[in-house]
């Protein structure tokens, strides 16, 4: 229980240091409302009191997950939501006038508590979805010995932990589980919510992260940025090059080297690139806002997009975002400039 109170405790902080100030800031009546991604909630919280200050709008966010942020902006309960999930044709059908603008870019680690065990283990994707299929269930087995010659493995049961909640952070890691293993793509499949052959689920990625604190022998995923500020441990995962990377700013730039060019939907795909991107980490994405096209706040809503895709990117680098690249950025302004009234 001290180990959930601390994490309970530094996200917190997280949501005091970007709220604080957003109350003492001078208003103009314009209040925006989102909800969506956990993912992106640290970086977010730190716009709140930044909005404020730059145009005296008040932006609220509330991190209830992916799915239940497409829901909300889909039934015009909020102003904008936010998916680490591109919209599939039917929710964009769904939504009627909806828009997803890339807005952020970061990663999903995939941490684990193995005690006496050092921090950054080997790990590579066909073996992690033998991990989550339930094929492997022990931390000295074989698979996982042989990427970490040296490494004394204790003969401890893997316990997993997975999202409950509808998650962009989900399909991400999914995601990357089925460009890496064809068994988990027929079997599992990608998705913002699967079928999980085992486990136990947790909402939210401080759910997932409390969780895996508080198992011996657990694993997870969660964005970098939840893992960082826990001081909880995650791997370094095997690239198509063959080198071990980590969630840092690096491996997420070259991994978002390797799409730059949005569909017609503005979705991009960055995990397991091709392997002359050597430095890329393998399960990086993009996170998107999802905004009606038509809005009674269109201008303080275009107002507030402008500013997050470009000022609002200089909050990234310290929680592990990176600013996105200019080719994106360009896409992104010309969506938030059909945004009207």
Known sequence: MRTLALIAAAFAAVLTAGTAGA??????GTTLVGAGSTFVFPLVSQW????GAAYGDELQYSPIGSGGGINAVTGRTVDFGASDAPLSPDQFAACKGCAQIPWALSATSVIYNVNGVKNLLHMDGPTLAKIFSGQITSWDDASIKKLNPGVSLPSEKIAIVHRSDNSGTTYNFTD?????SPAWKSATGTGVAVNWPVGT??????????????TSGGIGYVDVAYAKANHLKFFAMKNRSGKFTTPGLRGILAAATSDQKPDANNALSIVNPPKKYDLAYPISTYTYVIVPLQSSKAPELKKFLFWAVTKGQTFGPKLLFQPIPKNVLVVAEKTIAKIHT
Request: hydrophobic letters at 40%.
């Open 23 to 28: 109350t003492t800031a001078k208003h103009s």
């Open 176 to 180: 990357y589980l089925s460009s890496a």
């Open 201 to 214: 689920g947790a909402k939210g990625s401080s759910g997932v992260a409390a969780a895996v604190s508080q």
């Open 48 to 51: 709140i009191p930044a909005v």
